[in-house]
């Protein structure tokens, strides 16, 4: 495949005018963005003071999911937050009622699972993954109401699981090519810096793409948005949308790989969230 200059590409085809940013809708499906306008989106004791117990960094975490909850009108319930644990094996798991009614705070549910699928059969519930600087891939099949998130950081893009995502919805509810819109969160842009080569990079699209390219010695730039691009490119979709907030310069996300270079404030480090849910209450 030829270097493809993404951005580019995407806004010269006509076809994919619904270009937009941020929270999007399809239907009574509902991307869910948070930025970092509610603290850190996770338990991670990383994220808080020292010795906080986890029992005291879940009550915080779940009083930010009632404040997102509260800003989107109820329109999803803030104990219902869904996260698998991956690992890098592909599977693609369905979040099914029961799974949901097993505990009161979905925070509790142990998923494992690269991809988790939720559909309108379950509304009001979220499912995604708390990020930095990774991007969350979102396919949704439209006609069938099911929405596949998976968590591609480089590794797992390396692993295809861009790509994976969207053939699990064709292989688990026979979804068709012309029903499917994907969105892809906030994410480190094209300006990732890494010292070396970095050692996921062992697929062909890395340098086909110039997703990853060599700008000095010891400074080596990714792209996430070309690497991303090359198994989900916009014309094989009826519509492609993404969002091109780049979370390393834009002030509203947090950016652990600015913060951990020493480039960037304290508070640039933590995790928003990116997901998807079905709208709880059909709004007219």
Same mark, same amino acid.
């Given at each position: ?59 915080m ?10 800003d ?14 991956q ?8 979040l099914t009622?029961e ?8 925070? &509790? ?10 559909? &309108? ?53 026979d ?15 094209? &300006?990732w ?27 080596f730039?990714i ?9 989900l ?12 907030d ?23 480090n ?11 209450v059909?709004?007219?």
């Amino acid at each position: 495949m030829e270097n493809l200059n993404v951005r580019d590409k995407i806004l010269k085809i006509g076809q994919y005018d619904i270009y937009k940013k941020g929270t999007t809708s399809f239907k009574n499906l509902r991307i869910l963005n948070t930025g970092n306008k509610y603290g850190t989106m996770t338990t991670k004791a990383c994220f808080y003071e020292d010795g906080m117990s986890f029992d005291d960094r879940k009550a915080m975490f779940l009083e930010r999911r009632k404040k997102a909850a509260q800003d989107y009108n109820y329109a999803f319930n803030p104990y219902k937050f869904y996260i698998p644990s991956q690992n890098g094996e592909g599977k693609a798991v369905e979040l099914t009622r029961e799974m949901v009614e097993s505990f009161k705070d979905g925070w &509790d549910l142990d998923i494992k699972a690269d991809i988790l699928i939720t559909t &309108d059969k379950i509304p009001g519930v979220v499912v995604g993954f708390p990020v930095a600087d990774c991007p969350v891939v979102i396919a949704s099949d439209l006609k069938n109401g099911v929405t596949a998130t998976a968590h591609c950081s480089a590794k797992m893009i390396n692993n295809y699981l861009p790509i994976r995502t969207v053939e699990a919805l064709q292989s688990m509810y026979d979804s068709k090519k012309e029903d499917i819109y994907i969105y892809i969160g906030a994410h480190a842009g094209k &300006d990732w810096s890494y010292d070396i080569y970095p050692d996921f990079a062992t697929e062909h699209f890395w340098e086909e793409t110039g997703a990853v390219k060599q700008v000095k010695e010891d400074d080596f730039r990714i792209n996430m948005d070309n690497a991303l691009l090359y198994q989900l490119h916009p014309e094989d979709y009826e519509t492609y949308i993404i969002n091109t907030d780049n979370t390393r310069t834009n002030p509203n996300y947090y950016s652990n790989s600015i913060y951990n270079h020493g480039k960037g404030k304290e508070e640039k480090n933590g995790m928003h969230f990116e997901g998807a849910y079905y709208q709880k209450v059909k709004r007219m």
